[in-house]
């Protein structure tokens, strides 16, 4: 039964089917509006929950700041590892890729030089040493620290060089053992 009325606004006698639409629009309206609240308040608690472990806005504003110290500090010493490889390319001669497959078969760096294992230790030497200057200069390390560590740097720089890889270096990088269980 459908009765339209011009002019007045009725579209005709069977306007429940209008109100429907109109119920179920204003229904699907405020089902998104329910499910925006508890999205924004789920996302808001995961926010402050974390801040707050953090410490709140310093503690997320120190970790970022940390973060970029962190990678800073992951780059220079990138950097420092790329230069002292070069170093060791340069002075013995052969290499990067050659070097890294005889070490990883268990030769020592003193047996990859050969005759110029004396002038390999010399130049790393000479090339921590500055290293350890840099640190002073940096206000790292304190000038009686850095004679400390000068003073045994002739030794250790040979002992690594007479090691195997992944010898000599207690704990650096290498298997630590099996872990105790836990209790």
Request: proline letters at 2%.
């Amino acid at each position: 039964m459908s009765l339209l009325v011009t002019g007045s606004g009725w579209q005709g006698v069977n306007d429940t089917n209008v109100y429907r639409e109109d119920m179920t629009m204003s229904s699907k309206k405020r089902i998104a509006a329910v499910a925006l609240t508890v999205a924004a308040l789920s996302l808001g608690s995961v926010g402050v929950a974390s801040a707050d472990h953090k410490g709140g806005p310093k503690g997320v504003a120190k970790s970022a700041a940390h973060d970029v110290k962190r990678a800073a500090n992951k780059a220079a010493h990138d950097a420092n590892h790329a230069a002292k490889e070069a170093l060791v390319v340069a002075t013995i001669g052969v290499d990067a890729a050659t070097i890294k497959t005889r070490l990883a078969a268990g030769e020592t760096l003193g047996a990859i030089a050969g005759a110029k294992k004396d002038a390999l230790i010399a130049a790393l030497v000479d090339f921590k040493s500055k290293n350890i200057d840099a640190a002073v200069t940096a206000g790292k390390l304190t000038a009686a620290q850095a004679t400390t560590m000068k003073a045994g740097l002739t030794a250790h720089v040979t002992e690594r060089v007479n090691a195997v890889r992944g010898e000599g270096h207690e704990g650096h990088k290498g298997h630590k053992g099996p872990k105790a269980p836990r209790p």
